[in-house]
């Protein structure tokens, strides 16, 4: 079936430093987004990025969908971005449905 | 700009009881509407998404239904609530904009069954 499988599971940072989430997804996909689960649950939206590279600020991404990955790349790491980071996609043919994965949990230490 | 609303925040109910949560969506129009259910800080999975009034799809069978009574208001409800249903609830809307359509969340409803 459709899965969504994102590494590593866990992860701790001193500020500063920089870290790579990885997301593989199973099948050709019409949307990928990635969230950043806050300490009050909220989802906020980091990317929506089926394809290509994108940045905003310290966090970039990029897609690359003939190869079924994405990767979020965190630079000069901050408190403020502990939290769990989820990729999400919507499988082609899938109806506009996200199929999330398990996330990764961040923590970033001063 | 288009604000996604959800009450309550938290809610603590007795197993058996009814359960009534909703969800609005300002500042857009004839929005896709989406549940999702997160249990133990993991992993949301999809219940139920809404194209229109009163066009309800189920993702997976379970102790919950939702309505869609006017076209930016979802309802998520429980007749009788087991142990099971307790999670945080999340909803979440996209526009129909082809080919695929970027989802918004709502801050959520955190709901303990005892």
């Known amino acids: 079936g459709i899965q969504v499988e994102q590494s590593p599971p866990d992860l701790i940072l001193q500020e500063g430093a920089n870290s790579t989430l990885r997301c593989n997804f199973s099948?050709?996909?019409?949307?990928l987004q990635w969230f950043h689960q806050n300490p009050w649950g909220q989802l906020i939206n980091l990317f929506y990025i089926p394809s290509g590279t994108k940045q905003n600020g310290r966090l970039s991404a990029t897609t690359v969908a003939t190869e079924r990955y994405s990767l979020l790349y965190i630079s000069s790491s901050q408190t403020t971005d502990s939290g769990v980071y989820f990729c999400a996609a919507d499988f082609t043919g899938g109806g506009n449905k996200l199929t999330f994965g398990t996330g990764t949990q961040l923590k970033v230490e001063l | 700009s288009q604000t996604i609303h959800q009450w309550p925040a938290t809610l603590v109910q007795p197993v058996g009881s009814p359960l009534s949560l909703e969800c609005t969506v300002e500042?857009?129009?004839?929005?896709?509407l989406y549940w999702y259910r997160q249990a133990a800080g993991r992993g949301l999975q999809l219940l139920f998404y809404?194209?229109?009034?009163?066009?309800i799809s189920s993702e997976v069978p379970q102790n919950l239904s939702a309505s869609r009574p006017q076209d930016r208001q979802f309802i998520l409800s429980s007749k009788k609530l087991l142990l099971s249903d307790s999670g945080f609830y999340l909803c979440a809307w996209s526009t129909k904009r082809e080919p695929s359509y970027e989802q918004y969340f709502g801050p959520g409803t955190r709901l303990t069954v005892t």
């Open positions: 099948d050709s996909v019409n949307n």
């Open positions: 500042g857009t129009s004839n929005p896709n």
């Open positions: 809404s194209v229109g009034i009163g066009q």
